[in-house]
């Protein structure tokens, strides 16, 4: 139910809800990515899955999903593992302190739940390095719960379809997003409704390129009329920003504040923006968080592990200023 100030900025007309579902269903029918993960309901294959998915390609995990699994095919058989075995397989995926959440989680399901995974989705929630979009993703694709979840791909389709083009920015709060991806979901089809918003989002309505021509939702897209219009616009609006407001410029920024440290030495968030942006403020963490995740995913900096929940899936997250950055190897 919507909470005030929290509803929709749209209506959701049941008819056009009807009609986008049962066409990307009948999409997903005829045709997808013939994952691994997606030929299994094991809680514990999936939860890995997940896992590798925040913040690695497909590509990239699959490999590592087998053979993380070969060594440790139960969550009990990981549970048990010494975490610097755990953090060796997962070599090649970065983000170590997923290594560490995995384990944690694996842990807690034998300790608390005698190695069975709980079904509720907010007790999925409470295991370590499982935030909210992973939860959903167990219940549903694990246990085939009809529930509703999102990450930043889900969240672009369900936004372009509708409410429109997410460009220049989003009109959907999280708690929003929430209510959206939950009121979609087709009864008894949940498990296929949200595999086939990940594929469409993955292989159609990419987020630079949206193959709108040959959309299975085109008739039925807010988006699709004013898409390309809004994809144009951005380039040019990225194109006539100065160097010295883009992206590339910060980036430097924060590499050049750290290579003046001492070795070994980190700062936090807060330290470290105003040796970024001049004009840094308390509001502009979550924009120096994102920078700095960049930068991390490229191995050119460090992020120091807090002891907190992370889901890269979600916009619940570690706090902004908890996080430590250094160097690589410093
Ligand atoms: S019509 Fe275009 S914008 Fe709409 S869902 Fe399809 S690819 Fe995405």
Excluded at 17 to 24: D, I, N, T, W
Excluded at 134 to 150: M, R
Excluded at 249 to 274: E, H, M, T, V
């Amino acid at each position: 139910m919507a909470t005030r100030g929290h509803e929709l900025p749209v209506v959701l007309n049941p008819d056009h809800v009807a009609r986008v579902q049962q066409a990307l269903l009948a999409w997903y029918a005829a045709g997808h990515r013939d994952l691994p993960w997606r030929q299994t309901r094991d809680p514990y294959r999936i939860l890995v899955s997940e896992i590798m998915l925040q913040q690695t390609q497909v590509e990239r995990v699959i490999p590592k999903y087998h053979a993380f699994l070969a060594q440790f095919p139960t969550v009990e058989a990981l549970a048990r593992a010494p975490l610097a075995d755990v953090i060796r397989a997962w070599a090649g995926l970065g983000y170590n302190r997923r290594a560490r959440y995995v384990h944690q989680a694996a842990q807690a399901v034998c300790e608390q739940y005698g190695g069975e995974f709980p079904h509720d989705r907010a007790e999925l929630e409470r295991l370590p390095g499982v935030g909210r979009y992973t939860a959903g993703a167990i219940a549903c694709f694990a246990f085939e719960q009809d529930v509703g979840f999102w990450d930043t791909n889900i969240a672009r389709v369900l936004h372009r379809v509708f409410v429109g083009p997410e460009i220049p920015r989003r009109q959907l709060t999280a708690r929003q997003l929430d209510m959206l991806a939950n009121a979609l979901v087709p009864p008894g089809r949940g498990y296929d409704w949200n595999q086939a918003l990940i594929e469409l989002g993955a292989v159609q309505c990419t987020a630079r390129r949206p193959a709108c021509l040959t959309c299975p939702l085109l008739a039925m897209c807010r988006a699709a009329p004013s898409m390309q219009a809004a994809l144009a616009q951005s380039q040019q609006h990225r194109e006539s920003v100065p160097f010295t407001e883009t992206t590339r410029y910060f980036r430097g920024r924060i590499i050049a504040a750290l290579r003046a440290l001492p070795p070994g030495a980190a700062l936090d968030l807060n330290q470290l923006g105003p040796r970024v942006h001049p004009a840094f403020t308390p509001e502009r963490l979550p924009w120096l968080r994102q920078l700095v995740d960049g930068l991390a995913r490229d191995g050119l900096v460090e992020v120091a592990e807090p002891a907190a929940m992370y889901d890269a899936g979600t916009d619940e997250g570690i706090a902004d200023d908890a996080v430590r950055v250094r160097l690589p190897g410093a």
